[in-house]
């Protein structure tokens, strides 16, 4: 399958879980997927649990796409701002970005969670993708922003 094949995408928290699997599909789409999160081989994990930013863009490779690991907590702007920076210089577009960031391990405190943060994780990436950082990257006129939540 080749049906995704020169388009670019982003998958944010693509270290295990959803994250990873939907990056490996995009992969075996042959997609080049920007894979982001900010658990890195060589280094301890978020909150010790497997998988890493690095393992996924091998699979995403695996699967006869391009992978590409940026470590990139979402919820530092700086760090957000730089990731689209490096999709518009080596790229020049996106075409996918597939939110999928999770930032509530550290949030829970063993009975709930505080989603302060989590919901600054959405915004900063919403800033991005409405204008910000995005800038031209987004506007393209085959691209549009969707909302698929009924």
């Known amino acids: 399958m080749s049906a995704l094949k020169g388009k670019v995408a982003i998958v944010t928290g693509a270290s295990r879980g959803v994250g ?3 990056a490996q599909v995009l992969g075996e789409a042959r997609a ?3 894979v982001t999160g ?3 081989n060589g280094q301890p994990t978020t909150e ?3 998988g890493t930013i690095d393992e996924t863009a091998e699979l995403v490779e695996s699967a006869g796409g391009v992978g590409v690991p940026v470590r990139c907590d979402h919820t530092v702007d700086a760090q957000v701002e730089a ?3 490096r999709v518009r210089r080596e790229q020049g577009r996106l075409d996918l ?3 999928n960031a999770w930032g509530g391990y550290e ?3 063993g009975t709930r969670i505080r989603f302060g943060v989590l919901g600054a994780t959405a ?4 800033r991005h993708v409405h204008g910000g950082a995005a800038g031209p990257l987004h506007r393209q006129p085959t691209g549009r922003a969707t909302d698929d939540r009924a």
């Open 20 to 22: 990873r699997g939907i």
């Open 32 to 34: 080049t997927v920007y």
């Open 38 to 40: 900010r658990s890195v």
């Open 48 to 50: 010790g649990l497997p």
């Open 83 to 85: 990731l689209f920076s």
């Open 97 to 99: 970005l597939v939110n």
């Open 107 to 109: 949030q829970y405190d």
């Open 123 to 126: 915004l900063a990436l919403a």
